[in-house]
């Protein structure tokens, strides 16, 4: 493994960039999350409005320098296609997070279709999930990957196909999460091996990391969209790092809050990216 | 009163039982504390998927090992109906939390009306809105408590026919939860001495109680039922006074953190189930 | 800058009014921080309900004491005229959040139509939401306040201009958050200092000090809403002073903790009111 140098330098720039321009994400997301999600982005720099209803959305995408739509609850779908449509006309990246696709059909087809229709800067989910976007089907358990679609050193080469394939097809960034979490448009490729297993025992980090993906995205040239990814990525592994080092001896609702101590200090914490481009 | 003995080996036991089968909760609960009660499953080692619309609820209850349905904020009131049917077709236990049900009549009649036509394993709510089962109508302030309905040693008796009497309604198990909880099946009755006054400071104690009960009735038998309750019950009152002894010079906020931190870790606090066969 | 002398043995007065009484407040707010909302709201010793249902509305209008009604997602928007029409036929003080008010359209349209149509106690928003209902148009970033409407020492006379303005229109007490807060019934003004800039860098700290003004609005006399909004603005100030002392070396998860904590012992706190009289 040959891990980037100076990558705490680049994510360090890369927050330079989200501070100086503090970027308004339009967020439709599930109400399961949607407070960690905000409070996520915010900790990174950035500015978040929740407001979903479909008669509101395109004033908020044309304010807006970035759009995130988090299929998890699916309350608000009719607003999904208003604001890829939106995002599209003003020109701000979407940051998709297929939550659940392949566990249940309406947000298969759902999902499926939005991306038929409209450019997508990212597409940012677990592994069952990138897999159904590939296969057009998949079988995930819940909102959890399978077990049987676990990223590891060496499924990495078959996963990796997956995540190019997805990126190939809908033409943007692809990153699949997991213990090791692999970010491919295609032509540049990234694995990154931070992180730690108490992040899939609280509900939230999967789209806490796709808002702050959001972040990293709008402030990102088209062209440097994969490593948008991968920054924000590392800079959620990191942070799961961090917090798992306090909060191990304590329990799972400690180590939530000092995810977002974490997240909100991620340079004056003592952790890396451990990213390589592949 | 006689506590059971080796309850704590017996919680050990059903909670082995939880991270052994990792069941999977379907839950339609209020977008109040629909993130505590998610932290919560996850906490005691089950998997929760929060998707409640109403053309979704069919896979996710296939798929699921039980349901729960929280009537706190009924937003998502026209999938409660579908969520029951389907867990009786496909035989999956469901815990119902008739929050406020006696405060407003649609959510009392919504929710009697549903255990008319359908199955439930575990009802369990206040003293207000259990008596309100009993009665067809009742008193409450809100979402908390009448006073004039408060469990206390002399009014167990009283109390406890009412929970015989909904439970001997519905034919299923219900948990009265307050100073003392009380649960029974119509013939196995407990009590159950744990908890702190804390818990009513914060929101969301009797949700992810029910959430909490919800994963030890999936791993649950039939005739296990009102053993389930009482330990889930059991398991939330000694997080509350673990929590409570680490926050109670600190403040609400702490608690709140504590508590999660508690059921992550119950069986390495000091705290022991306080659980009385009546 | 005079500042009310005995002002904390004042809010402790407000505090036994809350405690005494324990009001019930009826909440028809955003699903982004409708949990921090109840949770502050108990934390000063009042009782939230969030039950948004139309059809619920009038029922749990009439048994609370006071009415919150937060525009910030609009997803329960059918229901806030039946609030205020309930509450208005009952007698129950209104408070109001123009959460992004002048960002989309569908919102500024709204709350001015609701507001021409029924009495509100108090309207608690940014300077660019307050300015918006001063001018009927606005220009605000999201959900936060546009820069150039900062309050600040020098641009204290505009902006109470403002805030009187609005007060007279709608015969209601308005809060001015920022920097500096104004309250003002359009004849008693108060300025108020406390507060960390922090405080915006977590969600939900605005739509909490509308919850906390409506527990003390819940207990106020109409001639004493401007003092109840005031008194309600510095709480909240402290809290995030005495939040900041603490977490300012950990981060903001911590933070949002510690002002849970800070709010439900604000007393034992060693932070004052700094409200002048203007």
Not at 184 to 210: E, F, H, I, Q
């Amino acid at each position: 493994m040959n891990e980037i140098k100076d990558s705490k330098k680049c994510l360090q720039s890369w927050l330079e960039r989200i501070q100086e321009k503090r970027p308004l994400l339009e967020c439709l997301t599930n109400v399961v999350t949607i407070n960690d999600v905000a409070n996520v982005i915010l900790a990174c720099g950035a500015s978040p409005v929740m407001a979903d209803a479909a008669d509101e959305v395109p004033d908020f995408v044309n304010i807006a320098s970035g759009v995130i739509i988090n299929v998890g609850t699916m309350q608000n779908r009719g607003s999904y296609e208003i604001a890829m449509r939106y995002a599209q006309e003003y020109g701000k990246p979407v940051v998709l997070d297929p939550v659940g696709v392949g566990a249940a059909k309406a947000r298969t087809t759902l999902t499926t279709a939005l991306l038929r229709r409209y450019p997508c800067a990212v597409i940012r989910g677990n592994a069952s999930e990138i897999r159904t976007l590939a296969e057009g089907a998949g079988e995930t358990k819940g909102v959890d990957a399978a077990v049987g679609d676990a990223v590891t050193e060496e499924t990495i080469p078959a996963r990796l196909a997956v995540v190019k394939a997805v990126a190939n097809r809908w033409h943007c960034t692809v990153a699949m999460s997991g213990a090791i979490d692999l970010i491919s448009d295609g032509k540049v490729s990234y694995a990154c091996r931070n992180g730690v297993p108490w992040m899939s025992n609280v509900t939230g980090t999967g789209c806490s990391l796709t808002g702050l993906t959001g972040a990293f995205a709008a402030v990102a040239e088209k062209s440097e969209m994969a490593e948008a990814a991968a920054y924000a990525t590392a800079m959620m592994g990191m942070a799961g790092e961090a917090a798992y080092a306090k909060a191990k001896s304590l329990g799972l609702g400690s180590f939530r809050v000092y995810l977002i101590d974490a997240l909100s200090t991620i340079l004056e914490q003592d952790v890396q990216p451990r990213l390589e481009l592949l």
